[in-house]
């Protein structure tokens, strides 16, 4: 598509230390935002500290040591970002941005203020929406902006967890490990695989405070196995990740595992909720959980790897970020709310309420000030 307009894409992803000395303040970066741990700053600053520490130790010596003492995180999204702009053509520039290691929302917005585009669209590499994901970047840029003074129209893609482009890559990346997987399992004699679909976990009490993130996962998963389109095909959604001793959403993935050897099924694994691979999906799924599930006598174990820079994926997206030229405000990619009215902490249900009077009323889609 070619416009006369310049539009900065700016991708939103986690984000990773790049270097052994960079976990620990990594870590701590990301347990001072308030939307992951909501408790006055100066108790969120001695516990980001305390879990920096103790958690750091562990994974500088064990996770990311696996990985290079780094994440590859920065790498696959910058890898998506040259997709997209790719696919986008003049007009648009796509600008990678995370949200506890570098690059940062202040650096970037810099970068931006300098571009002078006409329009930003601000997408995030999170499918589903949660206040602990996509509203805390939003948060982060608005700090931002607001610091560098910049006043360019904006649109937000709140979420994505029912598009058509995201629902039919996934379907076919976990169709065609599946189909090798069932053959697999009906030489060695046993049952059909069941396809777990593995989420980041999330405390319950985040949930109960009405944050759609379990329904939008639940949904993805539901749509994936549908479009996969197997007749009768065995399939759960579980929830990986834990950390700390708060009830959190489950099944647990380490649970779905156990009940898999119980039934003495293989399982297909798919991070439903990452589009990028990461430390959770190349070290806790394809390692720890590849070595649960032989440890307990599950079958078989295969990983799906995340839709990453596939084809349709990255065309889903191209499509979400034409469809915003010259559309300000918050919205999914249906351009509407997607969430059941119960959940009060749904992007659109409250508009987008930023620190410093920042408001983006649904009715209306346009921002002020």
Known sequence: MNTEKQIAVVLFNLGGPDSRETIKPFLTNFFMDKNIIPLPRPLRWMIAKWIAFSRGRKQAGDSYARLGNKSPLLGNTNAQAHALEQLLGPGFKVYVCMRYWHPMAEAVAAR???????????LPLYPQFSTTTTW????????ATKAQEMDIPTSFVCCYPSNAGFINASAA??????????????????????????????????????????????????????AMQVPDMDWQICYQSRVGPKKWIGPSTDEALHKAAEDKV???????????????????????????AHKIGVPAFTRVP??????TFIG??????????????VASDLMA?????????????QGLHLEGGRHCDVKSPQ???
Not at 266 to 277: G, K, L, Q, R, T
Not at 306 to 311: G, I, N
Not at 316 to 329: D, E, F, K, P, Q
């Open 266 to 292: 293989p399982v297909v694994i798919y991070p439903h909720a990452f589009v990028s691979e990461h430390v959770e999906t190349l070290v806790e799924i394809e390692e720890e959980y590849r070595e649960l």
């Open 316 to 329: 889903a997206l191209a499509a979400m970020v034409r469809s915003r030229v010259g559309i300000n405000g």
């Open 306 to 311: 995340t839709v990453s820079t596939d084809e």
């Open 337 to 349: 709310r997607v969430c059941p009215s119960g959940f009060t902490r749904c992007c659109m249900a």
């Open 112 to 122: 931006v203020k300098s571009d002078n585009p006409d329009q930003i669209i601000l």
């Open 173 to 226: 990346l976990v169709k065609r490990y599946y189909t090798g997987a069932r053959v697999d399992a009906e030489s060695a004699g046993h049952k059909p695989p069941r396809v777990l679909f593995s989420a980041h976990g999330l405390p319950e009490d985040i949930i109960k405070k009405g944050d759609p993130y379990q329904w939008q996962c639940e949904k993805t998963a539901s749509l994936i196995a549908r």
């Open 136 to 143: 805390s970047s939003f948060e982060a840029w608005h700090e």
């Open 367 to 369: 921002i002020t000030i």
